[in-house]
Every structure is written in structure tokens, then in C-alpha cells.
């Protein structure tokens, strides 16, 4: 991991290099009641039919809006990237202030996240294989950019072949001698167990927490968190703790069941004497994990019981490397809201302009009840990606949504724009990199003549059918409105991002 977070870091910077040479900037757009005028070396010019018909938006609901833990996340400072799903989990490379790095698998109902890394039954760490498809992504990206030798970049590390997973994941801990306890109720959606190693030299087993995947051929080893960041791992725990005592109780006591008929508790193979007394000390318990030398994966360590709190949040950030909380700042733009007063639609059609922009089939990406900016972009349109460069680290702060409006306006654009439109999820397709990012190839959509596929067609035809009728011939199309219903547009990337969005609220 130590290697895989250097080259990480090392691409990162390549590209960061490379996004900060400069590039030809359009001029702020000619105030018009058409929103018309072409703009050459910042827009992609477009031919486009006339329109016909405004449907309601197709894909409302479907759009890519950040779950509600990785939000908490985000403000708590930390820098995500989406590493894709796997196993049924949306996963996301979280860096901290001080540089550390988590992988964070979010729970079925959003609201929770597991901090740890994902195995596959066999022992295959698929984390790894998560990474370097990412950083296979950032090198190939980075090599495109101007001015980069990429003899100068670093390498990425091939992960290790995928065998198949060996039946479900718990039965494969179970061969391997593991004793498997599982947690009491499904937070966060997904099943949680204790598992303790056999017993070396009269020294009790090492414990590791795992939570199954959906698919069950899968586990994260690691903690769960909900949003907020109480450390839902410690209150499982607990729970098993409270349990053992109640046990403990009943057989002193003399007593069959310590628990009131109709009681639902899991039933599993019982922890050893010696791991339940360390749940129940209170002071300062170690961080432990599954011995390697019986599992052949390397497992995250977890801490139970010291600095854990039940009723709020955890005294201690939440996963490890989180920094500090710090206040959570809603500014969008560093300039005065005057700075947008260039980029002021001056017609007096603007409610009439955005009722049109509405009944396009547009998808979102961001936080749904932040200030919105409407996109206009075809997928091959170099000057949509550097917009979108620009708008993106506003939308993973969650400071603003982007509403994109897919168009097939570039030679050859068209079936790219009809794959991506044609997904049951395009927010996710275009977050991948899909139509947003330079030379990140856009996978294949729905067989031609399918049903998808056509629907995706007429999609195309409404969204291009918009931009024809208010004269938008180039890409990007950018715009947004204020609360006291002003309208604010650039046809083409603007010159200065910060200054264009100053007025935004």
C-alpha cells in the first residue's frame, strides 16, 4: 500500500502540473437575448436539428448525488475520489489533511461507511485491484496532457490475478479454522462479525471486525461508521459485550436463556473465555487483527471499547487519518458578487429560458439542494472537460450541483452520447471520467436497437432540439440563477471560473 500511495501521489502531481499550463481562454460571452455567439479557443462548435417536443425529464431521480456519509466526510476535510462498486458497495479513496488515505465502502442505506479494506473468499485483496485501475486511469489521463514526459512518470504496480471467489466468505473463514460471531442487527444494511483467529503458544486468537458484502463472496475488514461519526463498530461491540455478561449471568444464576422469550439474538460459535473478558475491560484495549499467518490477506486493524461513545458522536475522528473537524464553509467563489456582472444575461425571457432548460433530460451530480449550474456538454468537447476540472472540486465539497445536459453536437459524438444517456445511471458514468475527462474512453451502452438505446436516442433529439432553439452553437453552455432571478451564462469556458461564479447562492 505504502508503494501504490507513492504513485498515487506522484500522478496527482503530474496532473496538477499539467492543468495549471495555460491553455487558450475564450472571451466572456456577448451579452444576447439568443445566448448565441461562438466563441473560438474555449468552446467546441456544434450543428445541431430544430427542436421538437419538451418532455418532463427522464432522468430525474437517477442522478449522481454524493451518499449522505461521504458528504460528512468531505466536510470533515477530507478529499475523496470514487473508486467505482464492487460487491454491491460504492467505494471512495478518502485523503485526509495530513495525507493519510482510507478506502471507505458505503452501506447499503448511505448513512454508513466501512473504513478498512475489501477481500474477496479466497483471500484476494481487492482494494488493491480498486487502486491501481485508478491510478492505470490517472497515468494514461496524465500522459495526454500537454508539456508531460511520461518517461518521468511513475509506474503502477500490476495487482497480483484475480482468482474466483471461493464460495461465500464467512463458510471460507470457517475452513480456515476462524470463529465467526456475528454482530446483533444489520447497521447500516450489512452484516457484521466478530472473528477471532485459533489460539498460538495458550495466547488467545487475534479479532478482526468484517462486514459482508451484498454478494456475500465478499468482506471488508475494517470499521463502520455512521454519518456524523459515531463509531457504529464500538456499539456492536458493546452490544456482544452486553450479551456475554447477560450469558454470564444466566449460568451463575442457573438460568437456560438470559433473555426475554421472543428475543431474537444471533447464534454462532462463541467467542473464547479470554477474548470476552478483553471486551469487557474498559481501559485502553489494543488494536488487533486476523493473524496472517492463518488468513493469507492483510487486515486493518480495529480498536474496540477505549474513547467509544453510544450516544453521539466519537470523541476520536472517525476512520483513522480524518483530521480535526473544522467549520464547515459555504463560499463558492473568492470574489465579490459583482465579478459576475460581465457574464449578466440582459433579456427579459429568463423564466421563459430556464421553464425550457427544465424539460430537458439532464442528469445531477452533487448535493441536490445546493445552487445548481446547468452544463451543456458533449462528451468529445475538450473545452467541457477543462469546465468540468474547474466545477468538479466545488461539487465534491459540496458546495454546488451540476445539472448536465448530454448533447450530440461533434462529428462522431453521437453514439457516445447515446451510450452514456442509455445508462441505467449516467451521473456515474460521467464521475467515472465517461464524456468528462480527456481520452477516458467511454465504455459501451445499450445494444443498438434496444430499447435503452432508442430511448437514449430521443433524449439526444430533446436536448439537441433546446440548444437549437436558443441558438447555443457552442460547447460548453454554462448557467445559473440567483434567488432575485437573475440569469448568469457563458457560451464557452469562461476565462475566469471564480469570477463567473461570484454571483452564485
Known amino acids: 500500500m505504502r508503494a501504490i500511495k507513492k504513485d498515487l501521489l506522484g500522478v496527482s502531481a503530474a496532473i496538477l502540473i499539467a492543468c495549471s499550463g495555460a491553455v487558450a481562454q475564450p472571451a466572456p460571452a456577448e451579452p444576447s437575448k439568443s445566448i448565441g455567439p461562438v466563441i473560438s479557443g474555449g468552446s467546441s462548435a456544434i450543428a445541431l436539428p430544430n427542436p421538437t417536443g419538451e418532455p418532463s425529464n427522464p432522468l430525474a431521480g437517477r442522478g449522481g448525488e454524493l451518499p449522505a456519509v461521504i458528504r460528512y466526510v468531505i466536510s470533515e476535510g477530507v478529499k475523496i475520489t470514487s473508486l467505482g462498486e464492487t460487491a454491491g458497495l460504492r467505494t471512495y479513496l478518502g485523503e485526509a489533511a495530513n495525507g493519510r488515505f482510507n478506502a471507505f465502502y458505503v452501506a447499503p442505506d448511505g448513512e454508513h461507511l466501512i473504513a478498512g479494506l475489501l477481500f474477496q473468499s479466497g483471500g484476494h485483496n481487492v482494494t488493491n485491484d480498486q487502486i491501481a485501475a485508478m491510478l492505470k486511469r490517472f497515468g494514461e489521463a496524465a500522459k495526454q496532457m500537454p508539456g508531460i514526459d511520461a518517461g518521468l512518470l511513475p509506474s503502477v504496480p500490476e495487482s497480483d490475478p484475480k482468482a474466483d471467489p471461493k464460495g461465500e466468505f464467512i463458510d471460507w473463514m470457517k475452513s480456515l479454522g476462524m470463529k465467526i460471531t456475528p454482530f446483533e442487527g444489520t447497521d447500516g444494511g450489512v452484516q457484521g462479525y466478530l472473528v477471532e483467529a485459533p489460539a498460538e503458544g495458550g495466547a488467545p486468537g487475534k479479532i478482526q471486525a468484517m462486514y459482508v458484502t451484498p454478494d456475500r463472496k465478499h468482506a471488508v475488514a475494517g470499521v463502520l461508521v455512521k454519518r456524523g461519526g459515531m463509531m457504529m463498530t464500538g ?98 467563489s473568492s470574489k465579490p458578487a459583482s465579478a459576475s456582472d460581465q457574464y449578466r444575461y440582459p433579456g427579459q425571457d429568463v423564466a421563459a429560458f430556464m421553464e425550457a432548460m427544465k424539460t430537458t433530460v439532464f442528469f445531477t451530480v452533487g448535493v441536490k439542494d445546493r445552487p445548481a449550474i446547468w452544463m451543456l456538454a458533449d462528451p468529445q468537447c475538450p473545452f467541457c472537460h477543462q469546465a468540468w476540472a474547474k466545477l468538479k472540486p466545488l461539487v465534491f465539497d459540496g458546495k454546488i450541483q451540476v445539472r448536465v445536459i448530454m448533447i450530440a453536437g461533434l462529428r462522431n459524438s453521437e453514439p457516445l452520447t447515446r451510450s452514456i444517456l442509455g445508462r441505467a445511471e449516467p451521473a456515474k458514468a460521467w464521475l467515472a471520467g465517461e464524456g468528462s475527462i480527456d481520452n477516458v474512453p467511454v465504455q459501451p451502452g445499450p445494444a443498438v436497437g434496444s430499447p435503452e438505446s432508442e430511448r437514449a436516442g430521443e433524449y439526444i433529439r430533446i436536448n439537441n432540439g433546446f440548444a437549437a432553439r436558443y441558438m447555443i452553437r457552442s460547447t460548453p453552455f454554462l448557467a445559473y440563477t440567483t434567488p432575485d432571478g437573475k440569469l448568469f451564462s457563458s457560451v464557452g469556458l469562461p476565462p475566469d471560473m471564480d469570477a463567473f461564479l461570484a454571483a452564485l447562492r
Not at 452486553?242 to 421472543?262: D, I, M, T
Not at 444471533?266 to 469487557?280: I, M, Q
Open 235 to 332: 456499539v456492536q461491540v458493546g452490544r456482544l459485550q452486553q450479551r456475554f455478561l447477560e450469558e454470564e449471568q444466566a449460568r451463575q444464576n442457573g438460568l437456560s436463556s438470559p433473555v426475554e422469550p421472543g428475543r431474537m439474538l444471533p447464534r454462532a460459535e462463541p467467542v473464547s473465555p479470554e477474548v470476552a473478558k478483553s471486551l469487557t475491560q474498559k481501559a485502553n484495549p489494543a488494536s488487533s487483527t486476523i493473524d496472517t499467518k492463518s488468513a493469507p490477506a492483510t487486515t486493518a486493524p480495529v480498536q474496540v471499547g477505549a474513547g467509544l461513545r453510544t450516544d453521539g458522536p466519537a470523541e476520536i475522528p472517525v476512520p483513522a487519518g480524518v483530521p480535526t473537524p473544522v467549520p464547515y464553509v459555504h463560499q463558492i
